[in-house]
């Protein structure tokens, strides 16, 4: 069982370039999350994703988008990166029907833009 | 406002036990978390509250008083392995999202 499986783990951008991270997990979650991991700020929601096909703004969504095709992927892009978009990117899924369920995480893109 | 507190670091002996605190202010409460990872890796589920009291899973357990916006993760008989940051989440309850506080990084010395 992989649970929640990220890639690239690395990835080194230029300033203005383009690139899409994929989230996919196969726990037949319905809720799925993008946050930022930046040194003493803690983890921030991006986005998130209640199901397929619906997508809603975190607390820090500027310069992102993402979208929700199928149930298991969720995808994080970034259309123009910026130096500030260096971070470490987690992606989370979980059940919502119980309050006790948590979040389960990926093992990060390590993302530098230059 | 939402805001969650945690000592930035700590320091104990292998052997001991340490408690990690947690304070949070929200706008709702729906549960509270702990979640620990090491460094390089991603967070993993430790604990879940939600009703007042001391919950315990083998050497960790985890307290939460509502009325205060208080929380501890305590941890016994620490291992080297324990080394590693501890996570403190709190569910909104308006939103339903999960505001996490920026971790305590937790050094087990021999």
């Known amino acids: 069982n992989a649970g929640v499986t990220q890639t690239p783990k690395f990835r080194v951008l230029k300033t203005g370039q383009s690139m899409t991270l994929l989230c996919a997990q196969d726990m037949n979650h319905e809720y799925m999350y993008w946050y930022r991991q930046d040194p003493g700020m803690g983890l921030r929601l991006i986005h998130y994703s209640v199901g397929e096909g619906t997508t809603a703004k975190g607390e820090v969504p500027d310069g992102y988008n993402v979208s929700r095709l199928k149930k298991q992927n969720f995808l994080l892009g970034l259309e123009s990166a910026a130096p500030s978009q260096t971070s470490v990117y987690f992606c989370?899924?979980?059940?919502?029907?119980?309050?006790?369920?948590?979040?389960?995480f990926g093992d990060g893109t390590r993302l530098s833009i230059l | 406002g939402q805001n969650i507190d945690q000592p930035t670091e700590m320091t104990a002996t292998e052997g001991a036990i340490v408690q990690i605190n947690c304070t949070y202010q929200?706008?709702?409460?729906?549960?509270l978390f702990w979640y620990q990872q090491h460094a390089g890796e991603a967070p993993t589920f430790l604990s879940y509250n939600v009703l007042d009291g001391l919950e315990e899973k083998g050497r960790f357990s985890s307290f939460l008083s509502r009325s205060k916006g208080y929380s501890y993760l305590l941890l016994k008989e620490l291992q080297m392995k324990d080394s590693a940051s501890y996570l403190c989440?709190?569910?909104?309850?308006?939103?339903?999202?999960?505001?996490f506080g920026t971790g305590t990084l937790l050094a087990v010395q021999p």
């Open positions: 989440a709190v569910r909104d309850g308006a939103t339903n999202k999960l505001i």
């Open positions: 929200t706008s709702g409460f729906n549960g």
């Open positions: 989370a899924s979980s059940y919502v029907r119980q309050n006790n369920q948590p979040q389960h």
